[in-house]
């Protein structure tokens, strides 16, 4: 089995920081490309920065300048520092990752569990 499993949300406010961290555990092989998304009530989750295996990176428009995506390959873990927090940053953050477990033949997708981070004003 594989977990992913998010740390580091809660309240802060606006222009105000916070670090998240997502930790991949189990029988992982090897892991691809690592994402985190976003949700608000009602509205679809949404994709806000992603990592390739060999360091590339892509943002949203609204967190570019804002928020780094990074990870640490030796600990399967990604991290998102978010600068700047404005209160349309508040939601659900989820990390998700391709991950190839020794059982399997190919990547599979795993999502974490969320946590919530709201932003004041």
């Known amino acids: 089995q594989v977990q992913l499993v998010e740390s580091g949300g809660g309240l802060v406010q606006a222009g105000g920081s916070l670090r998240l961290s997502c930790a991949a555990s189990?029988?992982?092989?090897?892991?691809?490309?690592m994402r985190w998304y976003r949700q608000v009530p009602g509205k679809q989750r949404g994709m806000v920065a992603g990592i390739s295996s060999g360091g590339s990176t892509n943002y949203a428009d609204s967190v570019k300048g804002r928020f780094t995506i990074s990870r640490d390959n030796a600990k399967n873990t990604v991290y998102l520092q978010m600068n700047s927090l404005k209160p349309e940053d508040t939601a659900i953050y989820y990390c998700n990752a391709d991950i190839l477990r020794a059982a399997d033949a190919s990547y599979s997708v795993h999502w974490g569990q969320g946590t919530q981070v709201t932003v004041s004003s």
């Open positions: 189990g029988s992982i092989f090897s892991i691809n490309g």
